[in-house]
């Protein structure tokens, strides 16, 4: 079993590709923020539902602050069974890391153990300066699985929500998809994308791509008529 569920910090999710529409923005600055070492702040901690684009600023942020270089990336909804099976804690494993990126913390088992190993990570790079990240469904009082200190710690730090639900955000979100590949996205197709689709991130990416493919494989141009054969679901 693995003692902690590394993730690769992507280079694709950068700031630079990250959509900033209303939902997110406030988000996005405290990010930004964080990367600066003038601001002074250590902690950021966002929450939202699933598909809003959660982990995409976290590795954003963690590939800025150079967590592709070692950084500690842990998934809590992969955690494994036994985080000492490995015979080393989460300090001792990463206690050479640049930063710590924590996501879905929400997912988090409801176990001491578990518990306990967090917390002491966290403090372990709180103490040395070291920048922290971490991402949940819900606000920090609202975390059942956490230690309570780790909880209360958090809201110290810099707090934002994300919901690119409306249809706003999901516009602005086709358009950069859209302008990234140079590739026109009539307004009437992101019309009934909007309608057709379901409203997190990650369905609304999904309806793009295939309405792309579909274009690339029967050689026509994006269109109205082309995205009613079949793109997007109810």
Request: net charge negative.
């Amino acid at each position: 079993m693995q003692l902690a569920f590394d993730f690769p910090v992507a280079p694709r999710y950068s700031f630079d590709n990250f959509v900033v529409c209303n939902g997110n923005r406030t988000a996005f600055e405290f990010a930004r923020r964080l990367t600066d070492p003038s601001a002074g702040e250590s902690v950021l901690y966002i929450y939202g539902p699933p598909g809003s684009g959660k982990s995409h600023l976290l590795m954003a942020t963690g590939e800025r602050l150079g967590g592709g270089e070692g950084g500690a990336a842990l998934s809590c909804g992969t955690l494994a069974d036994d985080v000492a099976s490995r015979g080393e804690s989460l300090v001792e494993r990463f206690q050479e890391a640049p930063v710590l990126l924590v996501d879905d913390i929400d997912l988090l088992p409801d176990q001491r153990r578990r518990r306990e190993e967090l917390w002491h990570l966290y403090n372990e790079f709180h103490s040395s300066g070291r920048r922290i990240v971490v991402t949940g469904a819900v606000p920090p009082r609202e975390l059942t699985s956490v230690d309570d200190h780790l909880g209360s710690r958090l809201l110290w730090g810099l707090v934002a929500r994300m919901d690119v639900s409306d249809d706003d955000s999901r516009r602005l979100i086709l358009k950069k998809l859209a302008d990234d590949r140079q590739i026109l996205l009539p307004d009437d197709v992101i019309a009934y994308l909007l309608v057709h689709t379901r409203r997190d991130l990650q369905s609304l990416m999904d309806a793009f791509e295939t309405l792309v493919r579909r274009s690339l494989t029967v050689g026509r141009k994006i269109s109205l008529r082309l995205v009613r054969g079949g793109v997007g679901s109810d």
